[in-house]
């Protein structure tokens, strides 16, 4: 794989949609080392029919909304994103979950529903609440990803667990080909910020299940083509 890391504007002092924007720019970016004949290491390196868009937490709300704006947008020769991998997505809403309002956390714990509560006021629109459609993807009337393959990773112990739970159940439900894997045990952003040894088993198995996702998608690809 070709990983395309995306240095995206940040809020507060760019709010949304500035980030989404960013995404979108840098998938056109890589389009045009696609169809630039100086560009032989792209070319000699990558398939451009073949990508992913992913990221976790806020990167993983970042990855979703950028595939919905891509699928209004001919991107050829990266007109079929292969899946979107969504790790931990950070979404919102105004009415609570059970997991939001019954979830026991550690003091270390890098999430809290004060702090998600915070970040949304500083990322969206002034005047827009919880329920915005960048928050809260899953609500009524919201336009939906169709027909891709997603992958899910939810954590345990992570007061969204019960959001991208139901992230899965939606998205399935308006055609997408959904998979999700559970990671028992720890918390949000556990990959990156918890160093126990339970973390890095539960970070080993989630790399693996992302793996086995993308591989399979890549299987599936060749065998058309045979």
């Given at each position: 794989c070709i990983i395309v890391s995306i240095n995206y504007r940040l809020a507060p002092e760019n709010p949304l949609?500035?980030?989404?924007?960013?995404?979108?720019?840098?998938?056109?970016?890589v389009k045009q080392q696609a169809n630039c004949r100086s560009s032989k290491w792209w070319t000699r390196h990558c398939d451009f029919s073949s990508m992913f868009l992913a990221g976790d937490s806020a990167g993983a709300n970042l990855a979703?909304?950028?595939?919905?704006?891509?699928?209004?947008?001919?991107?050829?020769?990266?007109?079929?994103?292969?899946?979107?991998i969504l790790i931990q997505p950070f979404i919102g809403g105004e009415e609570r979950t059970n997991s939001e309002k019954t979830m026991v956390l550690s003091r270390r714990s890098p999430l809290t529903l004060s702090t998600s509560d915070t970040y949304w006021r500083?990322?969206?629109p002034r005047g827009a609440n919880r329920d915005h459609p960048w928050?809260?993807?899953?609500?009524?009337?919201?336009?939906?990803l169709?027909?891709?393959?997603?992958?899910?990773?939810?954590?345990?112990?992570?007061?969204?667990r019960?959001?991208?739970?139901e992230m899965c159940s939606v998205l399935a439900e308006v055609g997408n080909k959904v998979e999700h894997l559970m990671s028992v045990g720890v918390g949000h952003a556990f990959q990156v910020l918890d160093k126990s040894e339970l973390s890095q088993t539960r970070r080993a198995e989630m790399i693996c299940h992302i793996v086995g996702f993308i591989s399979?998608?890549?299987?599936?690809?060749?065998?058309?083509?045979?």
């Open positions: 949609p500035s980030a989404y924007e960013d995404g979108v720019k840098a998938v056109k970016w979703y909304h950028v595939a919905l704006k891509l699928s209004d947008t001919q991107i050829t020769p990266l007109s079929t994103l292969r899946g979107v500083l990322v969206l928050c809260n993807p899953l609500g009524e009337g919201t336009r939906k169709m027909n891709l393959r997603v992958l899910v990773c939810v954590a345990e112990r992570d007061i969204l019960d959001r991208n739970l399979q998608i890549g299987t599936h690809k060749s065998r058309a083509k045979n």
